[in-house]
């Protein structure tokens, strides 16, 4: 059973950079490919960016491609999610999840994932 916790979150001008993390306190992220998602008030769930087991395959919403960038750290402990230029409509709760069933491919679609954070706040705002 994975516990998954993220971090990071926060208030940052248009423009501005975080990073998120994801880590599990359960188990260690390096079996199962791991994807980070987002919900704004108001909207349905999307996904932002996943990366497969060995993170050699990643996949962007369109909506952040060129400016997010997913990653694992090399003891495959933690997965985190580098956002660059951000603007006011990346403002929203970012959420990680796991997809147990797949390695060496990863897919954005929500009903791949089985194990949920509970999220962490990001706000985009001047």
């Known amino acids: 059973q994975f516990h998954l916790v993220e971090s990071g979150g926060g208030l940052v001008q248009p423009g501005g950079s975080l990073r998120l993390s994801c880590v599990s306190s359960e188990f260690g992220l390096d079996s199962t490919v791991v994807g980070w998602f987002r919900q704004a008030p108001g909207k349905e769930r999307e996904g932002v960016a996943c990366?497969?087991?060995?993170?050699?395959?990643?996949h962007y919403g369109d909506s952040v491609y060129g400016r997010f960038s997913i990653s694992r750290n090399n003891a495959k402990t933690t997965v985190w999610l580098q956002m660059n230029d951000l603007k006011p409509e990346d403002t929203a709760t970012y959420y990680c999840?796991?997809?147990?069933?797949?390695?060496?491919?990863?897919?954005?679609?929500?009903?791949?994932?089985?194990?949920w954070g509970q999220g962490t706040q990001v706000t985009v705002s001047s």
């Open positions: 999840a796991t997809d147990t069933g797949r390695h060496l491919t990863c897919t954005l679609m929500l009903s791949d994932y089985d194990h």
């Open positions: 990366a497969s087991v060995n993170g050699l395959s990643s």
